[in-house]
């Protein structure tokens, strides 16, 4: 893994975890739906508010997102998304100097959030849709692939693995050589093996657990933990309760090697982090 990793005009230290703060332009995201967009139009002053939030707080990177990725959600036309995206990566863009990632599946989103000044890729379809990969890699900016078992319309319908982390990892390495083939470079790539994207509460855990086997390789390694349905499945929590169990399960992916955490809860994950790595190490981790 390198030791950072070039976002447009921004730099990303890989040596240590960085936190990526979520702004969902959305009406219908599952925990923040409709908070920065309502009436069909994004809330600018109250985007602009929480990114200045999240930005005091410690965030490295923003990620903005204008189609809600909740279990049972259905796809948005590309018109929609990009009236929904555009405005935002102009905005956030011109005000802070962070990096700002773009949570989508669209060729065209990818290509005008990129001359926007945009610095990341965030792709839950891991650059499937036709034309993506080539727009991806027009761009020169790195990119997120994720893995999703189905479509968030489908994908909880009773997910199967032979083996949930071998799986996830075989599906990874595939996608990362589709993307070198379409001409990304290596040291361009995170992955991310998509907690809650078609898997039960049991295959979150058990991945959780098992994360070491992906932060093992040669890629750095983005984790979304935050607020998912797998806490309920402990605790009996809504997702605007879920933050104590959240900034657990982002430490224990730290430990195990995750170097972005996608977040809600940027101030509290920040200074779990900042315990973290006041701890000891030998030279060697």
């Excluded at 995170?190 to 994360?211: C, H, S, W, Y």
């Amino acid at each position: 893994m390198t030791g950072h990793l070039q976002c447009g005009s921004c730099s990303l230290d890989l040596t240590v975890p960085s936190v990526m703060g979520i702004l969902n332009v959305t009406p219908d995201s599952f925990s923040d739906g409709g908070e920065l967009y309502r009436d069909h139009a994004i809330d600018l002053d109250a985007l602009l508010r929480r990114a200045q939030a999240m930005v005091d707080a410690g965030a490295r990177l923003l990620d903005v997102g204008g189609e809600s990725t909740r279990p049972g959600a259905e796809a948005v036309s590309e018109g929609e998304e990009l009236d929904r995206v555009l405005t935002a990566v102009e905005a956030l863009v011109a005000r802070f100097d962070v990096i700002i990632s773009v949570d989508t599946s669209s060729p065209k989103v990818m290509t005008e959030c990129a001359r926007l000044g945009a610095g990341f890729l965030n792709d839950i379809r891991a650059f499937q849709r036709p034309g993506a990969l080539e727009a991806a890699a027009k761009t020169g900016l790195p990119v997120c692939i994720m893995h999703m078992q189905g479509e968030p319309s489908t994908m909880q319908r009773s997910p199967e693995y032979l083996d949930v982390m071998t799986d996830v990892r075989e599906f990874l390495k595939k996608r990362t050589a589709a993307c070198v083939g379409a001409g990304i470079d290596k040291d361009r790539i995170v992955i991310d093996p998509g907690f809650g994207f078609g898997k039960t509460a049991e295959q979150n855990f058990e991945m959780l657990a098992r994360l070491r086997e992906l932060s093992a390789g040669p890629l750095p390694l983005l984790v979304g933990l935050s607020r998912k349905s797998m806490i309920a499945s402990v605790l009996d929590r809504m997702p605007a309760e879920r933050l104590h169990a959240s900034v657990g399960l982002a430490m224990i992916a730290v430990e195990r090697g995750a170097r972005i955490l996608r977040v809600h809860d940027v101030a509290a994950t920040v200074d779990a982090l900042a315990m973290w790595g006041a701890l000891p190490r030998s030279r060697d981790e």
